[in-house]
């Protein structure tokens, strides 16, 4: 349903040094590449994110096109604000892609995750299920019948409980869909679906 991300994105050597070149990013929003070093190192990492995701790292569902889906820092990088964490901002395991509803305003967008700070990225504690660190099995618990698929904290997890409230990952909207793209799933295993067949099918169950 929601998978563990098993990829390790890599940089070359040149990467690694223009980012070292740069030295004085840090408390600076890169939202705004200060060169095209920069806007080439982060084309690379989009590259190489959709090489490996074809679904949202946060709520697991597929993404619908191209444009649905953003290069999201799961620890927020801006320094607008005290909570946002602007030296992970190139940290590798901190990048994947969501999908627009769950990197938006309404839900993730600049709030808070880590809960203990480290200076090492993956020494930190994080509030939500972490797409690399974490297994959602420990995290989740599905009930799954034909028009839903309810997800519920397991074994009583804060992390869980904190990434179903974040991402609203049991609204009626993201049982309906989970189960629409659970249904594609299962079908497609079952039996050979044509591409046109395929789409159809995407249409009608918006998955
Ligand atoms: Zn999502």
Not at 115 to 135: E, G, L, M, R
Not at 166 to 182: H, I, N, V, W, Y
């Amino acid at each position: 349903m929601i998978e563990k991300l098993n990829f390790n994105l890599t940089l070359t050597k040149d990467e690694y040094l223009s980012l070292i070149a740069i030295k004085n990013w840090r408390g600076k929003d890169w939202s705004d590449p200060p060169n095209n070093d920069i806007k080439n190192i982060k084309s690379e990492i989009r590259r190489q994110l959709d090489l490996n995701q074809v679904k949202c790292a946060y709520c697991g569902l597929k993404f619908k096109d191209k444009g649905d889906s953003q290069i999201e820092h799961i620890a927020a990088k801006s320094d607008a604000k005290p909570t946002r964490h602007p030296e992970f901002t190139f940290t590798l395991k901190n990048l994947v892609l969501a999908c627009v509803s769950c990197n938006g305003f309404s839900k993730k967008s600049a709030q808070e995750t880590i809960a203990n700070k480290h200076q090492t990225y993956s020494k930190c504690t994080f509030t939500i299920v972490h797409p690399y660190f974490d297994n959602p099995d420990d995290h989740y618990d599905w009930v799954i019948d034909l028009t839903a698929v309810i997800i519920q904290v397991n074994n009583g997890s804060l992390k869980g409980a904190e990434s179903i409230r974040m991402f609203g990952l049991d609204s009626s909207e993201m049982t309906e869909l989970r189960a629409g793209q659970k249904l594609l799933e299962d079908l497609k295993r079952e039996m050979p679906l044509s591409f046109s067949k395929e789409n159809l099918l995407r249409r009608i169950l918006n998955r």
